[in-house]
């Protein structure tokens, strides 16, 4: 499985922005594609996930209410819609799937890895 991630870009505190990822290979029913992020200095941070064709969402608290993570299975494609963004969370993002079902929150049981699209919010 390879991802491609795209969408970030600069924006304004209270500003919107779409993160997309799309998948080359078979990502069953079942497997979860999330998103996490990485401040300057910090560890991968998770901030969404979606467990394919099932539907189920898992948000971490700082972005619940302001991000929404959806998927279009056509397209093979998982987006990250940020609304009401702020400065703290300026980082790289990046799109991964989980395939063992052991794991929602942690990096470590994600077994593939997209390249990730930088994310600035500017005061």
């Known amino acids: 499985v390879q991802l491609q991630a795209s969408g970030g870009g600069l924006v304004q505190a209270g500003g919107s922005l779409r993160l997309s990822c799309t998948a080359s290979?078979?990502?069953?029913?079942?497997?979860?594609m999330g998103w996490f992020r990485q401040g300057p200095g910090k560890e991968h941070f998770f901030v969404a996930a979606?467990?394919?064709?099932?539907?189920?969402?898992y948000y971490a608290d700082s972005v619940k209410g302001r991000f929404t993570i959806s998927e279009d299975n056509a397209k093979n494609t998982v987006y990250l819609q940020m609304d009401r963004l702020n400065p703290e969370d300026t980082a790289v993002y990046y799109c991964?799937?989980?395939?063992?079902?052991?794991?929602?929150?942690?990096?470590?049981?994600?077994?593939?890895w997209g390249h990730g699209t930088l994310v600035t919010v500017s005061s």
């Open positions: 991964a799937v989980e395939s063992t079902g052991r794991g929602i929150y942690v990096p470590g049981e994600y077994g593939f």
């Open positions: 290979g078979r990502i069953f029913r079942g497997y979860l």
């Open positions: 979606i467990r394919r064709s099932v539907g189920s969402t």
